[in-house]
């Protein structure tokens, strides 16, 4: 243990101390926009800074950063930013607004009524709502979904899975989504509810979503995170892990919650991930030692001879990405990705007008190792593996307003599903004689134990 740690561990001790919503009065949202590899490393050492929350991370030059401070640390950033001479400027000087006109928009409880007839998606659901949510469509739609228990968290919450399928015996090509690994993303899981209700609603009654059920089995992980989203409804807005205690140090004296999506087994322990339990990038000390990643492995492991395609969903940057994030090195499958990724953007701005950004993720956003959508690719050998940042390009980042909720889905389904419509088309053309349909296995590069459940014999909770 060195002086470094035991210097996170003041602070690791003042955040466990604090027993009540944690309030963000004065702490401040810097952004800036480096302009040379000095500022960059000076940006990227502060990333070592616990009381430091990078929103955007500093990855390249001319790349925005932005970085959410508390009052007693402002100044020592500012002092690093004057030192290397990086302008910033304020995005705001007090979080804890953004935070509580976002409390009164979203207040739990008055969404509830009615649930399935009347729980709105234009609004941000506390766990207790969205578990009732899928209990009661898992009831409404009983011929068409199956809701599956895919683990239990450390703080004993399910992480639930919807199946949503009209038939075919489980022989039907499979589309995965999962949102809310990260905790403080709430448009993830807003948008990934907004999609099982758009498939079960229109299904019978609009023909392309009838064909897009009754082609595929659609299978959604709305909330990944539930220990993290319970925590940002009652505790701290902006936390990012799991709740899980930090195996080897000792109760209360720790930092808690590890990052899910650096916990899988690809690339663990390399770029972009953290070995300090402080950290909101603390990768854990084995890969799958936790119930978020293990629950998609699981799941993903199960189809992954029939999935069409993944789709994991966080925010914010507006990016959608291929693989890999842990290496710049083109991916196999890379001009095939880039076809793909151009039929979803030209799909996502002709809905709402809105411009994204497209690319392999290390390109686009910034190194990750241990994540989800390359270890879908390598590993499980998923060869449509993305990864979507949605809105939005940062001015209010994690705390996107309400009236972007509904926009923001309803682009993001125009994607997922155009995508998933040109795949088929093109099966199609290829499925004449004589034409090759297999599809190429990609090697496996990372050692793993995989425990193989079949979704289709567990049972509802
Ligand atoms: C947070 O702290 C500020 C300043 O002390 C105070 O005005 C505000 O009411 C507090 N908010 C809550 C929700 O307690
Ligand atoms: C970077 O930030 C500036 C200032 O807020 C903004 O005008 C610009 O659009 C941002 N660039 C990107 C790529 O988001
Ligand atoms: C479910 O399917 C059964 C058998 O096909 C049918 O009798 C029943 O009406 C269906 N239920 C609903 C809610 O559609
Ligand atoms: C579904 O598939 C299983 C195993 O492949 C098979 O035993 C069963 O008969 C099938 N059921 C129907 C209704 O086709
Ligand atoms: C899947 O479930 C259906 C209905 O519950 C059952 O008839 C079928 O045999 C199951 N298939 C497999 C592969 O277990
Ligand atoms: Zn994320």
Known sequence: MNLAFLLFCHVCLLINAVSTFQNFSGHKLLGMTPSNDEQVMALRNLMEDPEMDFWLEPTRELQNVSVHVPPQAAQKLEGTLRNVGLPFYTITDDIEKWIEREREENYPGIHLQGRTSGF?????????????????????????????????????????????SSGGNDTRPAVWIDAGIHSREWIAPATALYMINNLLVNYGNDPYITGLVDTN????????????????????????????????????????????????????????TSSTPCSSIYKGNRPFSEAESSAIRDGVMSLRDRMRAYFSLHSFSQIWMSPHG????????????????????????????????????????YATSGS??????????????????????????????????????EETWAGISAIISHLQAKEKTKATPGAPTSTATIAITAETTITTLNLNTTDTP
């Open 120 to 164: 709105a998606f234009d609004v941000y659901h506390p766990l207790d709502e969205i578990v009732a949510y899928l209990d009661d469509v898992s009831r409404k739609y009983p011929n068409l979904t199956k809701l599956i228990n895919m683990g239990d968290t450390y703080e004993g919450n399910i992480i639930y899975l919807l199946k949503i």
């Open 326 to 365: 842990y290496t710049t090195l083109k991916a196999p499958h890379f001009d095939e990705h880039m076809e793909l990724l151009t039929v979803a953007i030209t799909a996502v701005e002709a809905t709402h007008g809105v411009h994204y950004k497209y690319g392999p993720s290390s390109q686009t956003l």
């Open 217 to 272: 089995d659609w299978y959604i992980m709305p909330l990944v995170n539930p220990d993290g989203y319970l925590h940002t409804w009652n505790w701290n807005r902006l936390w990012r892990k799991n709740r899980a205690l930090a195996p080897g140090f000792p109760g209360v004296l720790i930092c808690r919650g590890i990052d899910p999506n650096r916990n899988f087994d690809i690339f663990f322990g390399g770029p972009s």
């Open 372 to 409: 989800a959508s390359d270890w879908v690719y390598d590993v499980a050998g998923v060869r449509h593996s993305f990864s979507l940042e949605l809105r939005d390009r940062g001015v209010f980042g994690f705390l996107l307003p309400r009236t972007e909720i509904l926009p923001t889905s």
